[in-house]
């Protein structure tokens, strides 16, 4: 009693305790050791707790601990001048409430990425000189070319204190001439082999280098879980923003046979640029729409297709096998001499190749072909079944899957279009059902504006595919289904990763639960909300909802949760006759402040009425599942939370809108 009265006495900014500080400033990837390794200077220290916002430290006495005070903003972490003050409850209430308020905005990354609009630019005179005000008033100059490989020193040169020798290796829009004014630098570092120890984070640990230069990196974002981990950040000196990639180099090698291809004739850069600027303009690519990669590729598709076609196909590219360059298990060498190529007679001019390409797109069978640069032709999605029913030239498809190297082509997604080196990469996953109708839509538009306006040599194409769209119906959007997780559990999880956590479990719950695979087409994180999303794609082939006879087998009582629903999957997937296909997106959305999570499923393709089956299922099982899963990552419960969360198995469990799921698994 005699300590509670001094304490209050002291009033509630005073230091609870004079041998502690409380500190922050540092990095979100700063670990409890670094903050050791920092403050022993001081004396003996202990990191009593750490976030992403502050941590505290003890030191042995409260001498120690002024002197750290007093150094104050002039210690730095990873470039980072950390502040230092006396703990108390006012202060860590302060911190928290600054953080709450603090928006995370990338201001120069958005206004680099702002594109002019065709209403600002001269599209005066015949196409030709169209043609040339537009490429003149979006495009990379050289000069400004030449000025990014700036960038690409600069990266080097700072990466290289940690792995020396490391190259950086520009791939994307830019190095294939196709970059315009907008456009992100895309960069693939090769670090030297003694340094790819397994399980490395190279990303973090780029990131924690390149804040250490302020001057030259700003706005510095890492995306460590995507599929690919980049480390995203704004270069100063040339003003522009950059994706760095560690994983493969595949990206590499797609850069260098576009940068190969389009330079095979004249006509082909001006095209595609012209291309780009269209699917920018009207948001045909971008994000979870057509990636920039995708609608390159199905530019060079069209041009294997074309009447007298300009380009070959990869197969014809690869026929010597002098040329193999094998990355990650794909051949990714060609024939790159020029001289070597077969002779095209095809003479049309580019407001033909352009109007052609929507011509041959808008009638595309999507639904039933593969777009593939490999073979240059169209593949029936059927024949990707069973690898053995492939065409001649897919040996080294065939010998990675059974090999086990890599998983088959997703190729019942909307649309698909086949990378020609990673033969198991569908480049256009991401389109869902709706978005490629809308595509088909802008594409049979320009297909009717070139046809229109071709006797009129081609005076108002531009401006008409540029400055007009079509008119698309606003239907209803596919059904969605959501499950809020519980916020007091999360809130209880020990590891302080908890999305990882989350993540696993979900993961588990549709992998091995449901036996439902799941591939991750996208990850991203909004500066502004803070909030942090991953997309999944899947597919339901059974109606695994339909669990009341399974759940009767004999011993399935003995089981675990869940040993119980991975046995009564895999005997419907088994026992019942019915097929279905419903593709879908699964997303898991986080939050910080305070920590929950949202998982929904999204219907991409299929029958509406059997996925809201599959979404009455989702919604009234996950809750108690998730729950249940959770218990072991938790802080030790006490009689009353573990009777909390027993109740609310229960209620969820007699809220199932008549699915079936055994009472063993509460």
């Not at 082909?268 to 600027?277: E, N």
């Not at 971008?286 to 070959?312: D, H």
């Not at 490999?374 to 069973?386: I, R, S, T």
Request: glycine share 4%; hydrophobic share 35%.
């Amino acid at each position: 009693m005699e300590v509670a009265k001094a304490s209050r006495d002291r009033g509630p900014d005073a230091p609870s305790n004079p041998c502690m500080v409380l500190v922050s400033g540092y990095p979100a990837y700063t670990q409890p050791q670094d903050l050791g390794r920092t403050f022993t200077q001081f004396g003996k220290v202990k990191i009593d707790k750490i976030n992403q916002k502050f941590a505290t430290l003890s030191f042995s006495n409260s001498m120690e601990a002024k002197s750290a005070i007093k150094e104050s903003k002039r210690i730095t972490i990873y470039g980072s001048f950390l502040t230092v003050q006396p703990h108390s409850a006012v202060a860590v209430e302060n911190h928290n409430r600054q953080n709450n308020n603090r928006k995370r905005e990338f201001p120069r990354s958005k206004e680099k990425g702002v594109i002019i609009h065709p209403k600002d630019i001269d599209l005066s005179g015949d196409f030709s000189q169209q043609v040339d005000n537009i490429l003149l008033a979006i495009r990379l100059t050289q000069e400004e070319v030449l000025r990014i490989s700036l960038l690409y020193s600069d990266l080097e040169s700072a990466l290289q204190t940690e792995w020396p020798g490391c190259t950086a290796i520009p791939f994307g829009s830019i190095p294939t001439g196709l970059g315009i004014k907008t456009s992100d630098a895309d960069c693939f570092v090769k670090v030297p082999p003694q340094y790819r120890i397994p399980n490395v984070n190279f990303v973090n640990k780029a990131t924690r280098i390149l804040r250490q230069y302020p001057q030259i990196f700003s706005e510095i974002l890492s995306i460590p879980r995507a599929n690919t981990p980049i480390v995203k950040f704004f270069h100063n000196p040339t003003s522009t923003n950059c994706d760095v990639s560690f994983k493969t180099e595949l990206g590499a090698r797609n850069s260098v046979l576009i940068n190969f291809l389009l330079r095979t004739d004249p006509r082909l850069i001006p095209m595609a640029v012209l291309i780009k600027y269209w699917a920018r303009v009207h948001e045909v690519s971008g994000s979870g729409k057509v990636t920039n990669y995708a609608l390159t590729m199905l530019i060079v598709f069209y041009l294997q297709q074309c009447t007298n076609p300009i380009l070959p196909s990869i197969m014809w590219l690869q026929q010597d096998p002098k040329n193999d360059y094998i990355v990650d298990h794909w051949n990714t060498g060609f024939m790159s001499q020029l001289d070597g190529l077969p002779k095209s007679s095809n003479r049309s001019s580019i407001s033909e190749l352009i109007g052609g390409f929507f011509e041959y797109y808008a009638g595309f069978n999507f639904e039933e072909m593969v777009i593939c640069p490999y073979l240059g032709e169209p593949v029936k999605k059927d024949l990707f079944k069973d690898p053995n029913n492939l065409p001649k030239g897919f040996e080294r498809y065939r010998d990675n899957i059974k090999n086990q190297n890599t998983p088959g082509l997703r190729f019942t997604t909307s649309w698909c279009a086949q990378d020609p080196f990673e033969q198991c990469h569908n480049i256009a996953s991401p389109v869902s059902s709706r978005h490629a109708s809308n595509i088909k839509e802008y594409f049979r538009f320009a297909s009717s504006a070139y046809i229109k306006d071709k006797p009129n040599k081609c005076e108002n194409f531009l401006k008409m595919i540029l400055l007009e769209k079509p008119k698309i119906s606003k239907e209803r959007g596919h059904p969605e289904f959501r499950s809020n997780l519980f916020p007091k559990f999360i809130n209880n999880i020990i590891d302080p990763d908890w999305k990882s956590v989350v993540r696993n479990i979900i993961l588990l719950i549709f992998e091995s639960m449901l036996k439902i695979k799941l591939g991750k087409v996208e990850e991203k994180v909004n500066p502004d909300s803070k909030k942090e999303k991953e997309k999944y794609m899947g597919e339901v082939t059974k109606p695994i909802w339909k669990r009341k006879q399974a759940s009767k087998m004999p011993g399935i009582m003995n089981l675990d949760l869940q040993q119980q629903q991975a046995r009564i999957t895999e005997e419907i997937l088994k026992s019942e006759l019915e097929q279905i296909s419903i593709q879908f997106q699964m997303i898991m959305t986080y939050c910080h402040n305070p920590k929950r999570a949202v998982v929904s499923i999204k219907l991409n393709n299929g029958n509406i009425g059997t996925f809201k089956e599959f979404g009455k299922f989702f919604v009234s099982v996950l809750q108690s599942w998730f729950t249940h899963l959770l218990a072991p990552y938790t802080r030790s419960c006490n009689n009353d939370t573990a009777a909390k969360i027993a109740e609310t198995i229960k209620f969820l469990d007699s809220n199932r809108d008549g699915y079936h799921c055994d009472s063993s698994s509460e």
